[in-house]
């Protein structure tokens, strides 16, 4: 029996080991000034999103912050049941990031006080916390009137296989361009010589 037991023990333990072992540090930039929303996972830039902070009136803190409560379907007692979808709350005050249905305000200040995001953007954020811990997450908030403005605390790096997407992703885009303004060519020269 105790042999069993210590087994199990052993197996358990070896489980939750290696699930702290896959959490990532992940930090969740924020910059007042810019709109802009950097996620970082182990010191690599994974996204950048343009976010919607504090309108005149209504402050969206700046400072370090870790989150302490995940609702992924949570609605606004203070401001008439409105959505905030995959909530990730980061203040006592009630200051969240969260999806938000405004979108066309994302990139200037609108909320409440809270970090708006695209709700795709909001389900993503959400997972990755959920996934790596609240633990293992913290929040930057920068751009106020007596901080630097910069959301990062050190610049990140750019993960070799993410600048090498976004490269090959411009590659194409140019190529088909050109394709066009060849075609483009060619029918106007053919036109030009009569259409032989």
């Known amino acids: 029996m105790k042999k069993l037991l ?28 810019s709109q802009k929303m950097t996620v970082s996972v182990d010191g690599g830039v994974e996204y950048v999103w343009p976010v919607s902070t504090g309108a005149a009136g209504y402050t969206t803190p700046s ?6 409560r995940l609702e992924k379907e949570h609605f606004s007692k203070e401001w008439d049941d409105a959505p905030m979808p995959h909530s990730i709350f980061f203040t006592g005050q009630g200051h969240a990031i969260h999806g938000s249905y405004h979108v066309k305000s994302l990139g200037r200040r609108a909320s409440h006080g809270c970090v708006r995001l695209a709700p795709a953007n ?21 751009g106020g009137f007596f901080d630097t403005g910069f959301a990062s605390i050190d610049p990140p790096k750019f993960r070799a296989s993410k600048v090498e997407k976004i490269f090959k992703e411009q590659k194409k885009k140019i190529e088909k361009k050109l394709n066009q303004a060849n075609k483009k060519k060619k029918k106007r020269n ?7």
Do not use: D, H
Not at 14 to 30: E, N, T
Not at 190 to 196: K, N, S, W
């Open 6 to 33: 210590a087994a199990a023990l052993f197996v358990s333990m070896s489980i939750a080991g290696a699930s702290l072992a896959a959490a990532k540090a992940v930090v969740i930039s924020i910059n007042k000034i």
């Open 63 to 68: 400072g370090s912050f870790r989150p302490f």
């Open 122 to 142: 909001a389900a993503k954020l959400f997972s990755l916390v959920q996934k790596n811990g609240m633990a293992n997450t913290r929040v930057v908030v920068r």
């Open 190 to 196: 053919f036109l030009i010589l009569g259409g032989l």
